[in-house]
């Protein structure tokens, strides 16, 4: 199956999911993020950013191009989209809107919704330094490894929890990134195509 193939597919799976839209709570706010799928060489990959640590808010963890959802954005896509030319320089123009996925609600107060693209190759980054210090790229087919999850510890609000997190290339995603790609993960793994028949490396 093709790239080209693989994102109308995708995109189908898509339109058929049901996006429940969550209510805000007090002091909640809504807030969006692109899930970038690049083809680089043939392969299709998930562009995550770096934040820098000096950031207030987020500081040193992975996340996707995104932000707060203002008046003037209109809705998910339209923040997406702006946040995404802000942070890594990608213009609209060129991105296909595939669909969403399931919203969620964080600890810090955003009910996010995640906007999947597919974006036109080649590309060129324009990192903004004062929100992003540097970018991984994910195979989709690495997403989908059965051990490409596991449970790591870290500490939130003075607590310690476990949680499900990706390990690439001695990176950890985690956080509400990673439950968005445990999310498309999912979607991926309903439907027929080549991911069906990615295995964990070594059981045959």
Known sequence: ?????????LAGALSRLEVRILELR???LRAAVLVPLVEQEGELKLLI???????PSHGGQPSFPGGVIEPEDGGPEA?????????????SSRIRILGRLPELRTPTGFVISPVVGAVSGPVEL????????????VPVEGLLRDDAFRLVPRRAGG?????????????VVWGATARVLLALR????????????VRRAGSG
Do not use: C, F, N
């Open 49 to 55: 950013e770096k934040r820098p640590e000096s950031l």
């Open 126 to 137: 324009h990192l903004s330094p004062d929100e992003v210090a540097g970018v991984l790229w």
């Open 159 to 171: 607590l310690l929890i476990w949680s499900s997190a990706l390990l690439h290339d001695g990176e």
């Open 1 to 9: 199956m093709s790239v080209g193939e693989w994102e109308t597919t």
């Open 186 to 197: 999912r979607l991926l793994r309903g439907l027929p195509g080549p991911w069906q028949e």
């Open 79 to 91: 923040a997406a989209l702006r946040e995404t030319l802000e942070e890594v320089g990608l213009d």
């Open 26 to 28: 007090p002091g909640e």
